[in-house]
């Protein structure tokens, strides 16, 4: 996960097609992996990373886009759009079973334990303040080291420590209450 | 380790799991702080198995077209945003007589009509153009100009190659030979590759834009290469299986044209054509425009 190559960022705001290719190509996983980790579902998360990055394309034709780190940006809208997908789709929180998208080299046995045990987190997950998903996603989903989460969140790296504690403490606190 | 705030300890955790440690070894780190790190590292383990799977490469592809489809759209939109809409053609028009009277008819817009790309009087040629082809009333005669720029700016192209003249440049034209290496393109030399950006579904025959650089060894180095589509508006004149004609323009249909069924003789209509050859458009669409006062 350390930073990608150089984007020349004047040749991004001009929208020049080989600039918009390469940051959409160092940042489509990052960005996927931490919607999937928030959203839990594979096509949902690929609908919400392209919006992303159509977002970063209206914002640089604003002249309102990334001012410091383009990564930054862009976990840092991903965000709002799954704290706004939430919103929009508070009722529909509480999942099925069959919401949860397993890889598919699971053993079908333990599919059913496994679905059961997944959900269930997920829901511990869906409890926690918007701040503390944030955080677990970026260092779980995202795979980002406590350094790269501080300059992503623009905080700094006590602070992140303590969000993320006050974050695991609470999923724990979480899951206890779900019986895990 | 003992006198570590809780938070340092709870990283060094993450830190050992990620590195793929034994959590009964990590707790052992940790003997004054069991009770309260136990619960906690499970947590974390938890929270791990929510671990993604990296995308799918084909969901990749499909948001990096579309997202290249609307930065075009955009760049269009900026260009336009000086050259179009908000530059109204009168005012543009007036701008550029008054250009004629300063620098005399003969003198500037000459010299820039035999510029090349690089040239500092190659904008105005291309301004001119775009001008002209505004002030053209008519589809057809626009076509008709469309086309000519379209010629001039692969005469361009190739002049620069012949001078060995290294400059960005853009042309259009009909993809005549495409081998891994090296493709054929309104017969340049056109090099091809992993970064050039290839727009579209492209094959031999195909009309396409070639964004790239000429070199020294006489070939185009491709920053992209984009099939052509463009817009028709017009009076559907006639409507049958092979073909339709919009204003007096024929276009070919084939089994993936996407054709509005309830189209009647005498709508109006846009299509969206894709132009195989020079002189045979193809339509990937057509959709029927309301009327005017409805």
Known sequence: MADSQPIDISRLLRLDPSTVAAVHDTYYSEVYRYARYRLGDGVAAEDLTSDVFMKLLEALNNGSGPRESIKGWLMGTANNLINDYYRKHYRRQEMNIEDVDLQSNINPIEISEEKDEILLIRKAMLSLTQLQQHVLALRFGGGYSLEETAGIMGKNINAVKALQFRAIAALREEMEKLQL | MTNRPIEDKLEIIIDALRLGADPEDIMRLFPDDREQLAPLL???????????????????????????????????????????????????????????????????????????????????????????????SGQESRTVSQFRYDQRRIDEVQNLLDLQRLEPVFFSGVVEESKPEFWIIADILVKVNPETNLIGTITNGSFVEVKGSTTAEGWIAAHEIRLRTKEVFGILDELNAEYLVISGQQISINPQSQIDPRLIVGDQVVALVEASSNDRLWANAVIRLPSNGN
């Open chain 2, 42 to 136: 499970a947590a974390i383990g938890s929270a791990k198995k929510l671990s993604p799977p990296d995308p799918e490469g084909l969901a990749i592809q499909r948001s990096r077209s579309k997202l290249l489809v609307e930065a075009d759209h955009l760049s269009d939109k900026q260009a336009k945003n000086f050259f179009g809409w908000r530059f109204p053609r009168l005012v543009f028009a007036v701008t550029l007589v008054v250009l004629i009277l300063i620098f005399g008819a003969g003198g500037l817009l000459a010299t820039s009509a035999q510029s090349l790309p690089g040239d500092q009087t190659y904008p105005l040629k291309l301004a001119v153009e775009n001008l002209q082809l505004r002030l053209n």
